[in-house]
């Protein structure tokens, strides 16, 4: 059965990074694009980066240029690195592929 798990999340202070990991299952790895969502208290969920089965990657205006989304597939493993990282990231981060989500994994942004 399709598996995302997420994992990395935490606290961290204003200007810090966190990396973001997301096994995959292997059933559904590779063939979906994926990515990362993310929501947060009290807001919506909003689409934060994604990368195409052929390693395409975009990413919202709100985080181009801070986060990086990759994947490894020996590992079967989706990515985020996050840097400078802000208050208003504070969400709980979610992994996609297609129709299958991850339970998410919390990260809290201390200002």
């Known amino acids: 059965q399709a598996q995302l798990v997420e994992s990395g999340g935490g606290l961290v202070q204003a200007g810090g990074s966190l990396r973001l990991s997301c096994v995959v299952s292997r059933d559904i790895f590779g063939f979906y694009d994926m990515g990362w969502y993310r929501q947060p208290p009290g807001k919506q969920r909003e689409w934060v980066a994604s990368i195409t089965t052929r390693s395409t990657t975009n990413y919202a205006d709100s985080v181009k240029g801070r986060f990086t989304i990759s994947r490894d597939s020996a590992k079967n493993t989706l990515y985020l690195q996050m840097n400078s990282l802000e208050p208003e990231d504070t969400a709980v981060y979610y992994c996609?592929?297609?129709?299958?989500w991850g339970k998410g994994t919390l990260v809290t942004v201390s200002s």
């Open positions: 996609n592929a297609w129709k299958y």
